[in-house]
Every structure is written in C-alpha cells, then in structure tokens.
C-alpha cells in the first residue's frame, strides 16, 4: 500500500522559513515524478514544484520560484520542500504527491498524502 506522509508545516512569521517533508513507502518510486501542491479553502488545488526521483529534474511554479526548493533523498524516500521568506500568501494546506509523468496537472497525480498546513502571520 503506498503511502505519502508529509510532515514540517507550522506558524511562521512573514519572512520566516519552513522545511516539509514527505515520507514515501509501499512501492518503489524508480521512474516517478513527485510533486508538492497546496490548496486553500475554496480555491482549486495549485502546482508549486516537482522533482523526478531518479535524475532530479525540478520545475516550479512561478509564484515559488526563487524562495522555494524541491529536493529528494533517494536511499531514504523522502521528498523535501525548503521554503524561505514566506509571504502570507503562501499559507496553505501542502500536499505531497506522486505520478509516473512530469506534469504540473494535479488530476494526473495517482498518490496524495494527508496534507500539512502551513500559515504565514503577516
């Protein structure tokens, strides 16, 4: 059964820094793409960054771009999001999630972890 566990959200202040986590198990991931989203209330859920989790290819959204980094550590199956001076903006619920295809498309995701929330204080 895969599982997706995402993990290092939090309070921060406008400025601050957050490093998510996300565990992943239950299959080998060789040939994935894994992606992070985040989703706010009412609003559609929206691409920030993914990573292929054997060469490492990255592509981010632009609104991340500059202040965020995707990263994976292959030998221990996590996916990490280093996310520095968040703006309010950035507050949402993160979520982890896995596919077999580069695509910034969420509905093209097959494995979704539980979410983290993540909120910026202005």
């Known amino acids: 059964q895969v599982q997706l566990v995402e993990s290092g959200g939090g309070l921060v202040q406008a400025g601050g820094s957050l490093n998510l986590s996300c565990a992943a198990s239950?299959?080998?991931?060789?040939?994935?793409?894994m992606g992070w989203f985040r989703q706010t209330p009412g609003k559609e859920r929206e691409f920030v960054a993914v990573?292929?989790?054997?060469?490492?290819?990255?592509d981010y959204a632009d609104s991340v771009k500059g202040r965020f980094a995707i990263s994976r550590d292959n030998a221990k199956n996590m996916v990490y999001l280093q996310m520095n001076s968040l703006k309010p903006e950035d507050t949402a619920v993160y979520y982890c999630?896995?596919?077999?295809?580069?695509?910034?498309?969420?509905?093209?995701?097959?494995?979704w972890g539980q979410g983290t929330q993540v909120t910026v204080s202005s």
């Open positions: 239950g299959r080998s991931f060789s040939g994935s793409t």
């Open positions: 999630a896995a596919n077999f295809g580069f695509t910034r498309t969420p509905t093209a995701y097959d494995y």
């Open positions: 990573i292929t989790w054997s060469v490492g290819i990255t």
